[in-house]
């Protein structure tokens, strides 16, 4: 389990507040106090974890010590030997989110622009769908693309059989796969591979990106584009110059919040990526309830990559005031 | 010469006809304004000519080149939307310079233009402003001079005034009026308000139900409108449901005279029309189409009074000087008649449906 998913809602709206003793104030603090335990307990919980102390053969004690936080940046036998291999974790789980997240949303994009255009029947249709997938588990989906690019049934077999893959390695482009690590030396292999992670993860937020999308492209006027296209714009300038400033904040937003969705992905890495490329994560499940456990130093894992997710957000809040300037 | 043309221009959504088969001219460096309902089909004409919409069937040609198919941003037609359609990311300025930035001019060019057209639309000094700071006479007038930068060969608006206030509308229609005249160009404006096709237009064309019912000068539209549906929609009328007698009309029970005798068969359903001007009162009775009327209502509108009467023809009403009015009230009976000149005559609705079943008569 991540940790990632205990963010506290940012945008709870206030109780009123009123001299007079009331049922109503009751409730809303009720419900603050709810709120408050459900998502503010268990992360100050891990927050606490973080700094105590595995206690080597057992669990962990309370603690106040540091040495989670320098074992992740720095390696466990600092300063006799540094190992950098926790922070490389961090770096796949960025790179994963980052080409993922990208990935979903230059794909979601054009696509849901075309569905704006349809008829309010077709739709209703799209977005019904979108949210059925939405229903449907990564273990799920994950289990799918298994199938898919498992390599003695699904697509490498299909290469093997329709001769694909010997035209490959007549054409040369053989070559070029096995050195993009898309190859063995018999048939082409999807796993374990970076794409198959990547396509994979994408696939898994593509409904989320859609379903971002939407309402600011279905508000978007269809009179700007076609204005554009009376003044002499192509179809390609018209996207470039007049829809993509037109969302531009709401796709800043669609791309972090699949970024930070995307940080948090377990199943999807383990099935697809290389071991020495797996992400933090991976780790902090290991470590809380694989083969590890390590309570504490998981805690620090979770609490690093909470902190990585806050400062993507504060980034792209800056990035997009600023882009959006003077009003 | 006529720059642009439509040859059987027809188009189909679904089982739906929204425009049916219409052959048009525009007379270059002329303003036409297209006048209908709201679904009448104007705007989808519109959108054809400025290449945003496929005609179903039909030909649009310009100065004698096919460009029916041709995509609109590959005509050089400016078009003025109703929403306005301005870029809200960009300033006034590069939002008039856009068509010239898309096309590869230098920058510094661009914006000289740009400016140029600013003045042109009185909107000097406003080109650093954002689109969200200007009024909505302001907004129009950058969706004007935005459409005007690429010096298009024609200039399309779609009810370019319908977002602006009825005083500000007034205004802009003379200023329209007034700048396009000035760059000579061909301009065609659609529109459901026929005070602002009067205002503007060289050439009113009347549609209805994806058809052309009438085109020709305003005054022209105006008193002669060749069917009662142009009657109604210009302007106001008095409408009267009669029967052809002998080249007469009769209409419940009087007979009206004509300039020339009615060609329509006897017993013929036909329809007249008088426009409310077109009623004189007076003391004594006419021997020509006199009639007596009560007044049951006056409407004093300042310079002229609407008088509402009740006559042997029907309700009527009677648009009447202030000097002409002055003195009458309700309840009083007056003397009016109905000049053979002001009276126009159409098909009855029966008639326009079933013209045998009544011709046998």
Known sequence: ???????????????????????????????????????????????????????????????????????????????????????????????????????????????????????????????????????LSEVFIVMGWDIILSNNSGLPMLFAASGLTDWLKESGWFDVLREWGLANPRNV????????????????????????????????????????????????????????????????GTLLFLFVFLLGVYVAITVFADPSQHTTAVSIYENVRGSTLNAPFGAAQSVILLVTA?????????????????? | MSALSLQGICKDYGEARAVDDITLDFPEGQLTALLGPSGCGKTTLLRMIAGLEVPTAGTVTMGGRDITR??????????VFQSFALFPHLTVRDNVAYALTIAGTPRAEAAERADKLLDLVQLTGLGDRRIGQ????????????????????????????????????????????????????????VTHDQREAMTMADRIIVMSKGRVEQAGPPQEIYHWPASGF???????????????QDGKIVVCDVALSLPKPARFLNGSAVQLVCRPEGIRLGAAKTAVNGIEGRVTFVRDLGPVSDIYLDTGLGKLVAEQSADQSRGLAVGDTVQLSLPPDALRIYPGPSAAQAPTALAAE
């Open chain 1, 189 to 252: 292999k999807f796993k374990t591979s970076e794409v198959a992670t990547v396509l994979t993860m994408s696939y898994l937020v593509w409904p989320y990106a859609v379903i971002l999308l939407y309402p600011a492209l279905s508000r978007l006027d269809p009179s700007l584009a076609e204005a554009a296209r009376t003044m002499g714009a192509r179809p390609w300038t018209v996207a470039r110059t007049v829809i993509l400033p037109a969302v531009r904040l709401p796709l800043m």
């Open chain 2, 134 to 189: 200007l009024s909505g006479g302001q907004k129009q007038r950058v969706a004007i001079a935005r459409a005007l930068a690429q010096e298009p060969e024609v200039f399309l608006l779609d009810e370019p005034m319908s977002a602006l206030d009825a005083k500000l509308r007034e205004e802009m229609q003379v200023e329209l009026r007034l700048l396009q005249q000035r760059l000579g160009i061909t301009t065609i404006v």
């Open chain 1, 1 to 135: 389990m991540t940790v990632a998913g205990h963010i506290a809602p940012l945008a709870e709206t206030p109780p009123a507040l009123r001299p007079v003793f009331r049922w109503g104030t009751v409730a809303s603090l009720l419900l603050w106090a709810i709120v408050l335990v459900l998502c503010l307990v268990p992360f100050v919980l891990v927050l606490v974890i973080s700094f105590g102390h595995k206690v080597e053969g057992a669990g962990w004690e309370w603690a106040f010590t540091t040495e989670n936080y320098l074992r992740f940046f720095v390696g466990a036998s600092w300063p006799t030997e540094t190992t950098f291999l926790y922070v490389t974790q961090l770096y796949w789980s960025m790179r994963y989110a980052v080409v993922a997240s990208i990935l979903a949303v230059v794909t979601a994009l054009p696509f849901t622009y075309l569905m704006t255009r349809q008829s309010r029947r077709a739709q209703a249709m799209w977005l019904v769908l979108m949210l059925t997938t939405l229903s």
């Open chain 2, 70 to 79: 041709l995509p609109a941003h590959k005509r050089k037609f400016g078009m």
């Open chain 1, 310 to 327: 806050a400062v993507f957000l504060l980034l792209g809040q800056r990035l997009s005031r600023k882009s959006q300037g003077p009003a």
């Open chain 2, 230 to 244: 142009v009657a109604g929609f210009i302007g106001r009328a008095n409408f009267m449901d009669g029967v052809a």
